[in-house]
């Protein structure tokens, strides 16, 4: 009777490393092979001398794409499976670069390394072969292993799993081992048949070549080229908002080219991740650049705009509006708990001077951040100062439209490296890829790294430096209109003002401040090591006095200058 081999009760890796120990070459066959999982064979078959007879050969099936499947089930004619030379070459190339996508999915580890050095050395050797095999798709696997052996000179195992570490140790296989011996010499003669086939290439040299140009080779890359690698990965998400979205024509020249650059990134933020936060500081016309990407979702999504904003410019983007004909509707902040509840639906909400949205518990934000949610709105969300007190300003504006518990597909790395994971998960029990995980963190490293997600922040100087003109007859920085005008930056130069102080005028402040009365009181304070606003609680038993209210309320306006 076969063993059978699930992994749970029998498991098919150990006894396969085991036959190995004993065998002198070997016979594979897979519909999938992950370059990575071979560290758990290569010592078995690293003492095989390799060349014809001592070797293991790997034949790994064409698998088919679900939408090739679909096509061959639901096309007209007959599928004949017909291959020529050139289409096998054609697959032949797309799947080895299936195998060098491989080599670009999660993080290499030291194990990883070495064992995929040992894979291009042993090939190298010849003691691994690889073979596709093209003909037709392949989804057998099936492993054969010869021995010196007078009883059972070939050893066969057959079933469902790949060869990575998943298929051969995780549960949900199923495989027999074969023994007995016309079966297995079957077999064998099967491989054969597809090992010889006119439509089976050796694809050996071009792994080695794969392994060789990836992280895992041993060549020396120049840090100069590891430089441009990060700066073309995280240049990522710029490149392909600069690619995919254009500014409409109502605005024609009337955006500097990094205001452009901006609208085109954020447009790629809020088509990604559902919201972005245009944070440029004051002056560099965040106003007219949220118009652009509200348009721009108008145009390509027909999406009208909810904005929200203070009350004082309400005017102002009612002009905007009608000047640049967005569907849109004004609303000023002072109304949302009145007038969102009974709202009809707007795709787009665009609030203005976020970062008053920092209270959680207020019935502004709430109402807002309950009509998002219910609706499924985008957001745009605008300010000059998204960071005041600590760094829950910035989850707090993200949570108007991000779940708390959404897949980030980024973690608090500086965090983690700090607690560790299991410590992590035993102290908040979070997704780690999550906002609430993010929240935990007070590492600087990390909310870059989650704000680079959400935000387009520019300032002054990186104008002046990555998109100003040079007037080579004044030396000075300029930026260029439509109509050819020039705005130039201006020179700050620090100037000295004098002012006398007289201590002998009772009306003279800035003598006061130096009172010896004044200095004193200032002395005599005994202020809280602590930051006290840090340790109010939410939800108290009892609600606080109107004076207490009022005493909490300064604590938080005051922040960290209270702390002695």
Not at 72 to 80: D, I, V
Not at 85 to 97: F, G, M, R, S, Y
């Amino acid at each position: 009777m076969p063993r059978i081999f699930d992994n749970i009760e029998q498991r098919l890796l150990p006894a396969l490393q085991d036959t190995l120990e004993v065998s002198f070459r070997a016979d594979f066959c897979v519909g999938y092979f992950n370059l990575r999982g071979w560290r758990h064979l290569d010592a078995k078959i690293e003492k095989w001398t390799g060349g014809e007879g001592a070797q293991c050969r790997l034949l790994v099936g064409m698998q088919r794409r679900p939408q090739d499947e679909l096509q061959a089930a639901l096309g007209f004619g007959q599928n004949n499976e017909r291959i020529d030379n050139q289409t096998a070459l054609k697959l032949k190339k797309e799947l080895a670069a299936d195998f060098r996508r491989q080599l670009t999915i999660g993080a290499p580890t030291n194990e990883d390394e070495e064992g995929l050095r040992r894979l291009a050395r042993q090939i190298k050797e010849g003691k691994v072969t690889v073979k596709l095999f093209l003909r037709h798709p392949l989804h057998a696997k099936l492993y054969l292993l010869f021995r010196q052996d007078i009883a059972t000179p070939i050893i066969g195992y057959m079933g469902s799993s790949n060869l990575t570490f998943s298929g051969l140790a995780g549960q949900g296989e199923l495989n027999v081992d074969v023994l007995e011996q016309d079966a297995a010499k079957k077999l064998a003669q099967w491989f054969n048949d597809r090992w010889e086939d006119n439509f089976c290439l050796d694809i050996s040299n071009e792994l080695v070549e794969i392994i060789e140009e990836s992280w895992a080779g041993e060549k020396v890359l120049p840090p100069y080229h590891i430089y441009l690698k990060m700066a073309y990965h995280l240049s990522h998400e710029a490149r392909a908002g600069l690619a995919e979205f254009a500014i409409p024509r109502e605005f024609g020249k009337q955006l500097f080219d990094f205001q452009t650059a901006a609208v085109k990134i954020a447009a790629r933020h809020l088509n990604q991740r559902d919201g972005v936060l245009i944070g440029d500081v004051v002056g560099l016309g965040k106003t007219i650049m949220a118009t652009a990407l509200a348009k721009i979702f108008e145009e390509d999504y027909f999406a009208e705009t909810l904005i929200i904003c203070p009350k004082n410019l309400v005017k102002m983007w009612e002009w905007y509006a009608a000047e640049y004909r967005l569907h849109a509707k004004v609303m000023s902040i002072t109304r949302v708990q009145r007038d969102l509840p009974e709202l009809r639906r707007y795709r787009l909400v665009l609030i203005d001077e976020s970062h008053n949205l920092r209270n959680r518990e207020g019935k502004r934000y709430k109402a807002i951040q309950e009509y998002v949610q219910q609706n499924e709105s985008r957001c745009i969300l605008l300010s000059a100062t998204p960071y005041n007190k600590s760094y829950l300003d910035l989850s707090s504006q993200l949570r108007l439209f991000l779940r708390e518990d959404a897949d980030l597909g980024i973690r608090p790395e500086r965090l983690l490296r700090e607690i560790g994971e299991v410590e992590f998960v035993r102290r908040h029990q979070a997704n780690m890829r999550s906002l609430a995980a993010f929240e935990k963190s007070e590492h600087a490293d990390d909310w870059r790294e989650l704000m680079s997600l959400f935000m387009v922040r520019r300032t002054r100087s990186f104008i002046r430096d990555n998109y100003a003109h040079l007037d080579p007859k004044t030396g000075g920085k300029y930026l260029k209109f439509a109509d050819g005008g020039r705005a130039y930056f201006p020179d700050r130069v620090p100037r000295r003002v004098d002012f006398a102080i007289d201590a002998r005028n009772p009306a003279d402040q800035y003598a006061r401040l130096y009172a010896a009365d004044v200095v004193d009181t200032i002395n005599d304070l005994d202020l809280p090591r602590y930051g006290l606003g840090n340790y109010v609680l939410k939800k108290p038993a009892q609600p606080p006095s109107q004076r207490e209210e009022k005493i909490l309320g300064d604590l938080s306006r005051g922040g960290r200058r209270y702390r002695g």
